[in-house]
């Protein structure tokens, strides 16, 4: 009991503070990885009794890529997106609904190259609560939000090798009951903790996930 308590606190508005004061809000741009496809996505998070949320989406079995998986709203960035960070909040808004004018955009984390082709570069934003989200039927089958603390626990992680066209990597795994989140929203989690000084995988402090 201590212990969740000591989380919570630790998880509300004073880590707020430290990501508004540790992310950068207008990062140099990251040069694409050769062969890569720039991507946007939007880590929303949210206060709920003085406690830290995150939001995710479950992807539909409609989507191109990465289908049933949970995941943060965001894509491909548009020929008429000026950067990233409106791919971002463009792409959040058609998933979900979520006004960007609502989003207060607390900083980047650093980019995430995926095996399946992308270079993902993640917003942490902070989005208000209660919402009246309206998620797209063809692309979001559910809304999922779980409190940041929750990802605080080693015994939660864990990372394994995961084949693709004929590749190796390895990947993380966060479990909890039946919800499970792994691959690049599982390493966009690991360097948001460890922004707030948590690596939940011991020696894993760059979140590759490597035993």
Not at 172 to 184: K, M, T
Request: proline letters at 11%.
């Amino acid at each position: 009991m201590a212990r969740d308590a000591m989380l919570k606190q630790t998880m509300g508005p004073s880590s707020l503070s430290q990501l508004r004061q540790r992310l950068p809000l207008h990062p140099t741009p990251p040069t694409p990885s050769p062969g890569l496809v720039p991507a946007g996505v939007l880590v929303p998070l949210f206060l709920k009794a003085e406690e830290l949320y995150l939001l995710f989406t479950q992807r539909t079995l409609m989507v191109k890529d990465h289908r049933g998986q949970n995941s943060f709203p965001g894509g491909v960035r548009d020929p008429g997106d000026p950067d990233l960070l409106a791919t971002a909040l463009r792409e959040t808004e058609e998933e979900i609904g979520l006004d960007h004018r609502v989003v207060e955009v607390l900083g980047t984390l650093p980019p995430v190259d995926t095996i399946t082709g992308y270079t993902i570069t993640a917003f942490v934003g902070l989005i208000p609560h209660p919402y009246e989200f309206h998620p797209n039927p063809r692309e979001v089958e559910r809304l999922l939000t779980l409190p940041l603390d929750g990802f605080i626990p080693p015994e939660r992680w864990s990372s394994g090798v995961y084949h693709y066209q004929g590749r190796i990597t390895r990947v993380c795994y966060w479990r909890l009951n039946q919800e499970v989140i792994w691959g690049a929203t599982a390493r966009i989690l690991l360097n948001l903790l460890a922004q707030l000084g948590h690596h939940p995988i011991p020696g894993d402090r760059d979140a590759t996930c490597l035993d």
